[in-house]
């Protein structure tokens, strides 16, 4: 009897196991707290519902970020990952962002293997049917479909698409949480009838195909990087052979296939209410927007090494199966393939987040904390990252500790939080570079400069990553010192007879440190820590666009009240999305505060406003 009141009594439970949940729950256990986390099925721990990829642009700065701080996402993804890209190198190092496809099965049995090491963590396999409530709405405990009553002092809901959701194939629709789980009701007709504002959203999955049946040989091949990025500060090298993925196109048959189609699509015949991505249409939905386009790319992406499973991304779709097969045929190269798993959409409840505090806990519920889709974001790094905040702050809270908030200038993650609880998500929010306004401070190689030393605070940053990071910056400041006075006569390969120091032979544009070889390690009289070259020489090399950046990080916080001209013209602003331009026209805010509270207004967006806005000329009323 006493051993089941103790096996029933934790600090935290944690309701899924998604991304979300998987960072909430180890989060907590490794803060020191006794954490459950309850699931539907234990065999699908962290499943990847959509493409077998972390990372991305802006996603991959996410998950640098909860690497930095100690969260599991980037060890797990380097562990697994079978052909890693570093995006966007054509550009600034700002924006640059790792990619990883991953072994989808190996994914779900590490991040397992993770959580199973957690000695203070248990792992229950239930649905949760109630939350349950004391006084003063303060959260006591859940109650699970089979009658058990687990009681805590925190819960953090991480249910994904599971909350009343409904698939849809062409006419048929059913409900599900994902294709083939059930959808969580209960847990959902609860959580609609607490008084808070909700929403229906929708996302949707491309057809898998089964590898034997395509032609390889008709498509471009695209390979990963011969030096792969890893994620996580901890992974010195990814030793794991690389596979390719391929480049296919559509063709006019397939926009055919699909025009023709379109009355029996449930998302053009108003089946589907909820509102989907509109930065991730469907491949039906590109046919309509863009009818211009003479053929849209698709990505063929193997979903493991030991399946024949292919992941058709850019082909995202909810037309019936037929439409689905001939779609696919019409593709040169796919006309025997077979279908191992139709395309889908889901709609599913989700929160208004600006119920929410920037903590993740609901503002009228002392004790409940919300994260990842359920907040209408998509993605797994967001929902991860969220998950990683949500269970950091439900542990300092419970510890009687200060919260963990991060601001706009310190991380993406600090975007993400506080763009959902200022604004929540008219459509499923991911993250994007653009909703940065200090891009420059917000690098993937810094992450750890930038939230590390606040993982070590609150408890979930090891000794190992501790002393990495400290060796790092240790490296990073001598040879800052050293490369504003050692001269680079020494070194043939610059050839200059002005004999700049390092510092300044590194700011011109075609210098690189890797030419300097041996300098570091000359400097530091030991190898130079991972990664701290790239560091030094992206401070060095955009020293002043980083010193603009900091002043203008100060006058931005004085913005609020700035006054927007009266007859301003907004439609004239350069380089703004047409969409953002048109709603400051439709809603014609009189301050630069309140034009920033407009929801799908950008930070950057307002940024550019306010340089736009001083200009001679653009005053002019209309
Ligand atoms: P999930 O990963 O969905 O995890 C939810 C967890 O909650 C599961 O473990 C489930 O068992 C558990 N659960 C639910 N209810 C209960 C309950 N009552 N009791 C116990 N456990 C419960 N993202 C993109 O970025 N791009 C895309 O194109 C994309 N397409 C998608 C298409 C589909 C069809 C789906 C389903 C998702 C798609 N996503 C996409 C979204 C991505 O999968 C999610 O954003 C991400 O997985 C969300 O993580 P999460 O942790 O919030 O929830």
Partial sequence: MQASARQNRCDVIVIGAGHAGCEAARACARMGLKAAMVTMNLDLIAQMSCNPAIGGIAKGHLVREIDALGGVMGEVTDSVGIQFRLLNTSRGPAVWSPRAQCDKKMYRVRMREVLEREPNLRIVQAEVAEILFSEGRRVRGVRLRDGRELACGAVIVTTGTFLNGVAHVG????????SGEAPSNLLAEQLRNLDLRWKRLKTGTPPRLDGRTIDWSRFERQSGDAEPTPFSFLTDKIDRPQIDCHIAYTTDETKRVLVEALHRSPLYSGQIEGIGPRYCPSIEDKMVKFPDKPRHQIFLEPEGLDTYEVYVNGMSTSMPVDVQEAMITSVPGLEAAEMLRPGYAIEYDAVDARELRHTLEVKSMPGLYLAGQINGTSGYEEAGCQGLLAGINAALALGGSEPLVLARDQAYAGILVDDLITKGADEPYRMFTSRAEFRLNLRIDNADERLTPFGRRVGLVSDDRWERFQRKSAHKAALSAAAVCTRLDVYPQVNSSEHPTVAEWLRRPESRIAMLDGWARTVLSEEPALGVLTTL????????????????????????????????????????????????????????????????????????????MSLPGARMPD
């Fill in 537 to 612: 020489e992206t401070e060095i090399k955009y020293a002043g666009y980083i010193a603009q950046q900091d002043r203008q990080v100060e006058r931005l916080s004085n913005a609020e009240a700035r006054r927007i001209p009266p007859g301003f013209r907004f439609g004239d602003i350069p380089g703004v999305s047409r969409e953002i331009r048109e709603k400051l026209d439709r809603v014609r805010p009189q301050t630069l505060g309140q034009a920033s509270r407009i929801p799908g207004v950008t930070p950057a967006a307002i940024a550019v406003l306010d340089v736009y």
């Fill in 171 to 178: 006419e048929s629709q059913y409900m599900c949480g994902r």
